[in-house]
Protein backbone atom coordinates (compact mmCIF):
# COMPACT_ATOMS: atom_id res chain seq x y z
CA UNK A 1 0.00 0.00 0.00
CA UNK A 2 1.11 3.30 -0.81
CA UNK A 3 0.38 6.60 1.48
CA UNK A 4 0.04 10.18 -0.68
CA UNK A 5 0.68 13.47 1.28
CA UNK A 6 -0.39 16.58 -0.18
CA UNK A 7 0.68 19.67 1.40
CA UNK A 8 1.45 23.44 -0.38
CA UNK A 9 -1.90 25.09 -0.73
CA UNK A 10 -3.24 28.09 1.03
CA UNK A 11 -4.80 31.48 -0.01
CA UNK A 12 -4.28 33.61 -2.77
CA UNK A 13 -5.34 36.15 -4.84
CA UNK A 14 -6.34 35.88 -8.72
CA UNK A 15 -3.01 35.63 -10.75
CA UNK A 16 -0.92 34.90 -8.02
CA UNK A 17 1.21 31.04 -7.87
CA UNK A 18 1.08 28.23 -5.89
CA UNK A 19 3.48 25.05 -5.94
CA UNK A 20 1.83 21.55 -4.35
CA UNK A 21 3.66 18.78 -3.20
CA UNK A 22 2.60 15.34 -3.07
CA UNK A 23 4.96 12.90 -1.41
CA UNK A 24 4.40 9.03 -1.24
CA UNK A 25 5.81 6.54 0.96
CA UNK A 26 5.22 2.86 1.44
CA UNK A 27 4.99 0.91 -2.06
CA UNK A 28 6.46 2.99 -4.79
CA UNK A 29 5.47 2.34 -8.00
CA UNK A 30 7.03 3.14 -11.25
CA UNK A 31 4.64 4.24 -13.23
CA UNK A 32 2.37 7.49 -13.46
CA UNK A 33 1.29 9.73 -11.18
CA UNK A 34 -1.32 12.36 -11.42
CA UNK A 35 -3.08 15.39 -9.62
CA UNK A 36 -6.90 15.38 -9.05
CA UNK A 37 -9.18 18.58 -7.63
CA UNK A 38 -12.60 18.60 -6.05
CA UNK A 39 -14.37 22.02 -6.16
CA UNK A 40 -16.90 22.22 -3.07
CA UNK A 41 -20.41 20.42 -4.91
CA UNK A 42 -18.38 19.15 -7.31
CA UNK A 43 -17.43 15.82 -8.46
CA UNK A 44 -12.98 15.22 -8.51
CA UNK A 45 -12.11 16.05 -11.55
CA UNK A 46 -8.29 15.24 -13.06
CA UNK A 47 -5.97 18.55 -13.12
CA UNK A 48 -2.37 16.54 -14.68
CA UNK A 49 -0.36 13.67 -14.81
CA UNK A 50 3.20 13.00 -15.34
CA UNK A 51 4.95 9.04 -16.57
CA UNK A 52 7.52 7.71 -14.49
CA UNK A 53 10.20 9.29 -16.53
CA UNK A 54 8.74 12.56 -16.81
CA UNK A 55 8.86 12.83 -20.15
CA UNK A 56 5.12 12.94 -20.88
CA UNK A 57 3.15 15.20 -19.17
CA UNK A 58 -0.65 16.25 -19.83
CA UNK A 59 -3.57 18.26 -18.16
CA UNK A 60 -7.07 19.12 -18.00
CA UNK A 61 -7.78 21.84 -20.87
CA UNK A 62 -8.58 24.87 -18.01
CA UNK A 63 -5.36 24.57 -16.75
CA UNK A 64 -3.26 24.24 -19.91
CA UNK A 65 -0.31 26.96 -20.08
CA UNK A 66 -1.22 27.76 -15.93
CA UNK A 67 0.04 24.17 -14.73
CA UNK A 68 3.13 22.70 -14.40
CA UNK A 69 3.52 18.71 -13.41
CA UNK A 70 7.00 18.15 -12.02
CA UNK A 71 8.64 14.68 -10.06
CA UNK A 72 11.76 15.08 -8.88
CA UNK A 73 14.64 12.31 -9.44
CA UNK A 74 13.89 9.69 -6.22
CA UNK A 75 10.74 9.67 -7.94
CA UNK A 76 8.44 9.34 -4.86
CA UNK A 77 7.78 13.22 -5.20
CA UNK A 78 5.91 15.20 -7.45
CA UNK A 79 4.70 18.60 -7.78
CA UNK A 80 1.97 21.07 -9.32
CA UNK A 81 3.27 24.42 -10.03
CA UNK A 82 -0.11 26.56 -10.41
CA UNK A 83 0.52 29.92 -11.95
CA UNK A 84 -1.92 32.80 -12.25
CA UNK A 85 -4.62 31.20 -10.46
CA UNK A 86 -8.06 31.78 -11.09
CA UNK A 87 -11.05 31.56 -8.47
CA UNK A 88 -12.58 28.81 -10.37
CA UNK A 89 -9.21 26.47 -9.32
CA UNK A 90 -10.15 27.15 -6.06
CA UNK A 91 -10.81 22.94 -4.32
CA UNK A 92 -8.68 20.74 -2.50
CA UNK A 93 -6.02 18.90 -4.34
CA UNK A 94 -5.32 15.35 -4.61
CA UNK A 95 -2.44 13.28 -5.79
CA UNK A 96 -2.75 9.54 -6.92
CA UNK A 97 -1.05 6.76 -8.88
CA UNK A 98 -2.72 7.39 -12.22
CA UNK A 99 -3.39 3.66 -14.33
CA UNK A 100 -1.26 4.13 -17.51
CA UNK A 101 -3.71 2.46 -19.47
CA UNK A 102 -5.30 5.89 -20.14
CA UNK A 103 -3.41 8.65 -17.83
CA UNK A 104 -6.74 9.83 -16.59
CA UNK A 105 -7.89 6.83 -14.40
CA UNK A 106 -6.76 6.88 -10.62
CA UNK A 107 -5.55 3.75 -9.47
CA UNK A 108 -6.53 3.76 -5.50
CA UNK A 109 -9.72 4.52 -4.16
CA UNK A 110 -8.88 5.59 -1.06
CA UNK A 111 -7.52 9.18 -1.26
CA UNK A 112 -5.53 11.06 1.14
CA UNK A 113 -6.70 14.50 2.92
CA UNK A 114 -5.89 16.64 0.33
CA UNK A 115 -4.48 20.32 0.18
CA UNK A 116 -6.79 23.01 -0.04
CA UNK A 117 -6.44 26.14 -2.67
CA UNK A 118 -8.32 28.85 -2.34
CA UNK A 119 -8.33 32.51 -5.16
CA UNK A 120 -9.94 35.03 -3.99
CA UNK A 121 -11.04 37.42 -6.91
Known amino acids: QVQLAESGGGLVQAGESLRLSCAAS???????MGWFRQAPGKEREFVAVINWSGAYTDYTDSVKGRFTISRDNSKTTIFLQMNSLKPEDTAVYYCNVVRSSDFRTPLFDSWGQGTQVTVSS
Open 26 to 32: GRTFSTA
